[in-house]
Every structure is written in C-alpha cells, then in structure tokens.
C-alpha cells in the first residue's frame, strides 16, 4: 500500500498531531511538497501533502483561510501540515476552523520535525511500497510462467483472475470465450463479445477500457506484429494497481506465446501440407497418409473437399480489407478458427509467389469448416474481396479429379462474379449460364454473322430455319410444321445455309457449335456490317 496520512501520523519519529480532518486519514499520499506561497494551486498535480510555515499567509482572517482552503481541496491536496513555533506558536483558529469546516486533514508539525523528514518519510514509503510491488509482480510472473508451462492458458487466466482479485477471460480471434475465471464470469465475458470484435479491428498491440467505476473491464489484444490472435479480459472493481498491471503483462505475453505459433513452426506445417497436397494430387494416397501422420491423417480417412480461393482483381491489387492483411489471409484465419473450434483438421496450403497468389484448402466435408466457407455463397465476389471454388465430396484415390472440379467452379464464380460456387451446382444445372462469356459470344456472333447478313436481306429466314431444324434433331417434317412451310422448302434452307457457311450440317460437331451458338446469342443477332447495312 503507498503511504497514507494516518501512516505519517503513526511514524514515531515524526511527532505530528491531528487537528482537523480525521475522517480522511486513510488517503494516499503521492508526494510531500513545501510551499509558502498564498497560492501553490498552480505548482500542484493532486495527491500531495502540502507543508507550510504560513510565512506569506494571512492566516488569522477567517474569509481568506476559507478560500485557501478550498483551493487546496480543489486541487486535489490530501492534506495540510502546519509547522508550529516558526510563524506562530499555534495553529492560528482561522485556518483551524476553515479546515475543520471543509474536512482538510491539517496535520501540526512541532518545530523539533523538519519539513524535510517528513518528505524522506513519504519518498521512502513510496519506494517501498513500489518494491513490493514488483516484488509481487515478479512473483505473480513466475507463477503464471509455471501455470503455463503445466496447465496451459485456462490455468493461466485462473491465476491471473486470483492475483487481480476479479475475473479473467480469454478470447480467440472470432471473439468466443475459451477460458473464463471463475466460472461466475462466463455471463458477463461473453456480453463483451462485440467490444473484442471493434479491438480485433485495430492493429495488434491495442486495449480498451469497457465498464463504469464498479465493473471496470481492461481488453488487452493478444498476438505479435500487427496481427490479432485474440483478446484478454481483465475485470476489477478498481484501476489496477503496479502489482496487478505486472501480472497482466505477464499474462498479455505468456497467452500471445500459447496462442500464437511460431513462424517456423506455421512454415514447417505449410510445407508439411504442401508435400500431403502433391502427394495426393500425384495419385500417391497411402504416401500422403504416411506423411500426414497424427497432424492432417485423420482428415484423409473421411469424404473432403478441396477448394481454391484467389482475390478478386480489384481486392488484389489495393483494396485489402484490413491494413497488412490480404484477403486470402483474413479467409484462411476465418476456416483456421471455425476448424479450431469445432475439433477439425484442415489442411491450407498457400499457392503462387510466396504464398500470396490464391489458397488450397482440403477440409472435411459436412464440417464447420464447409460451413463457414458456403457462408461466402450469397455475397458477391467484390463484397467478399475473393472467389472460391468449392469440389464435390470426394476422397484421397480421386482427389485430383477434386482438384480440377474446384478450378472449374473457380473459374465460374470469377465469370459470374460470385464469392462461391460449388461443382455440384454446375453438375446439377444447365450449361447455358456458362455461355454468359464475352469469348464465347464473339464465338457465336462470327460463326452466325453471315446468316443474319443474309436474312436481313428479306431472301429467306435462315436463321429461324436453322434453329427449328436443329431442336427437332434433323426431323424435317416436324421443323417444317413448327416453320409452317413445306419440307422441300426447308431443305433448300438448309443448303442454302452449308452453302453460307462452307460446313456440313451431317457433321455432329458442326450441329453443337450451331446449337450453342444460337444458344448463346439468344434473339440478338450481332451488329450489322457495313455492307449489309448497305445491301438493306
């Protein structure tokens, strides 16, 4: 504890008597400081023990000790000690009753006490009381250390809760409570939850302060460089005195170190999944098995799946997120923590120039991590700041046919401008969506270009007859009926129409390009060209 007027009053040597202001004893001295100026006010900081002979003070009229007085109070002054037998022999009773009035503690010094031992009381107590608590500190620091060497993080926000005398809690980077102490906290931890979210959006090292005078919560970021990892919550009836805000540090530093792997260690599981990944990818399962062991095996005995996420353009090139993270580095932690909390291993292998063109991911299929990826499936790609193409379940025998399944619902999604797309969704849908490319209308448009040409000529309907013929399957009767012309007439359509494109209409191949041409251009024909404009 610092040094308290009724400390000062019970130290032997120093002989000071109480005159006034009894009732405030127990206040902490911060300082003792000697002024014999009528107003010190301006040289005060709040806390002080002020020491005067009244050399300069009128202090036998009562209006004028009433405005002292005050101004000391005013300025945050715990006390007044009066020397006695320099100035005046006695307490003058104007300054005795002012003090009395507004419950200055006023402290007589006997002349036999110099200003100055009461000052080496107060400094002297003052570093005491700071040795103990860095004394305690260090203490608390060895406890926590071996707590966290033995027990892990639960027993560390355990005895960290008790040294603070309040609660404690740990949070990961989604903001859930992973640990809480003791239990009777869990309720107002987890109320927290959107206060760790705003922290979690500012750059690591950061804290906050939540809660009135008695609930009074300190959020303290966990993780190095500029990334969060998660966050401490440190309850207490108080502000936290040196002791406390040592064991805090410690706790800050031992739970970043638990929660945060190394950057060998995170290296050396990515080339561990990056060699389980090839592995698999070269048709070689039972090596990748082998090679997985305990770390990524249990992933590969059950039906996953395999997506490939890659930033949207416009993301890619500047607009991230968060300042110093990628958008492939916020979805990887988002997959990492939903896998984390659900008990699941997955497997995130970075791809490209230094891992930072596009990210493999292998997760078990039905799990959270699925889960919390078909969370992106409703949001648009510019929204989500990434595509993903997600495989169908699969298992390690066929995981390169997954592999090749998620680049092509990739490659979708970044045509339709989608944040997901699922194989399966193009496997059960139709193909025409996927005519929706810029490549494959200027396709359409050249092959049908001279037909259109021709019909806009008013020498025929071509293209219409084209189209009957090929959805009737070369049926000419029936095309003929849905035309309302002859069979004959429909025939001479259509060598009209070989003729017009130098290809064989008994060529299945040329039947499905004309097919999905005209599907892909629907009604519009293309621009006219100058000579057919003119032709008309």
Not at 94 to 116: N, Q, S
Request: aromatic residues 4%.
């Amino acid at each position: 504890m610092p040094p308290t007027l009724a400390s000062l009053v019970q130290h032997s040597a120093l002989k000071l008597t109480v005159r006034a202001g009894e009732d405030r004893l127990d206040t902490p001295v911060r300082w003792a400081h000697v002024s014999e100026l009528a107003d010190p006010v301006p040289y005060m900081e709040g806390g002080e023990l002020l020491l005067t002979t009244a050399l300069t003070l009128d202090a036998e009229d009562p209006e004028a000790m009433r405005r002292y007085v005050r101004r000391l109070l005013g300025a945050g002054v715990v006390g007044l000690g009066f020397a006695v037998g320099v100035n005046y022999e006695d307490i003058p009773s104007a300054l005795l009753d002012a003090a009395r009035e507004e419950h200055l503690p006023l402290l007589e010094v006997p002349r036999r006490t110099p200003f100055l031992a009461i000052s080496k009381a107060v400094s002297a107590a003052i570093a005491a009381d700071q040795y103990r608590a860095v004394t305690a500190g260090f203490e608390a620091q060895r406890e926590l250390t071996r707590a966290a060497l033995a027990e892990g993080p639960d027993a560390v926000v355990a005895r960290l809760a008790a040294h603070v005398d309040g609660w404690a809690a740990l949070y990961d980077t989604s903001g859930t409570v992973i640990a809480v102490s003791p239990e009777w906290a869990a309720r107002r931890a987890a109320r927290l939850t959107p206060d760790v979210e705003r922290l979690r959006e500012r750059p690591a090292p950061a804290s906050a302060v939540v809660g009135g005078t008695d609930d009074r919560v300190e959020l303290q970021s966990l993780g190095t460089g500029r990334r969060v990892r998660g966050a401490l919550a440190v309850g207490t009836g108080a502000p936290l005195g040196t002791a406390e805000r040592y064991a805090v540090h410690s706790a800050i530093a031992l739970l970043t170190l638990t929660t945060e792997r190394s950057r060998s260690l995170q290296a050396a599981e990515q080339r561990l999944g990056a060699a389980v990944l090839r592995m698999l990818l070269a048709g070689q399962p039972d090596h990748a098995r082998g090679v997985a062991g305990d770390l990524y095996g249990g992933l590969l005995d059950a039906p996953f799946r395999l997506l490939i996420a890659e930033p949207v353009p416009a993301v890619a090139s500047g607009g991230e997120p968060k300042e110093g993270e990628s958008p492939l580095a916020v979805f990887a932690e988002a997959l990492e923590t939903a896998a984390a909390r659900a008990g699941e291993s997955v497997l995130t292998v970075p791809e490209g120039p230094e891992g930072g063109e596009r990210l493999v991911v292998l997760a078990g299929d039905g799990g959270a991590v699925v889960t919390a990826c078909e969370g992106y499936a409703s949001r648009e790609a510019e929204e989500a700041g990434l595509v993903v193409g997600l495989s169908a379940p699969t298992g390690p025998i066929a995981a390169a046919a997954a592999y090749k399944q998620a680049e092509q619902a990739l490659s979708v999604a970044r045509r339709r401008g989608r944040a997901l797309v699922e194989h399966e969704e193009l496997a059960s849908g139709s193909v025409l969506p996927l005519l929706a490319d810029d490549a494959v209308r200027a396709f359409a448009d050249g092959l049908l270009r001279a037909l259109y040409e021709h019909d806009a000529t008013g020498r025929g309907d071509l293209v219409a007859s084209l189209r009957a013929w090929l959805s009737r399957h070369g049926q000419w009767d029936a095309a003929a009926a849905d035309l309302g012309v002859h069979r004959h007439t429909l025939r001479y359509r259509m060598r009209r129409v070989e003729e017009i494109l130098g290809r064989s209409l008994d060529d299945p191949d040329v039947r499905m390009e004309l097919w999905l041409a005209l599907k892909a251009t629907g009604d519009t024909p293309p621009p006219a060209t100058g000579a057919a404009r003119s032709k008309g």
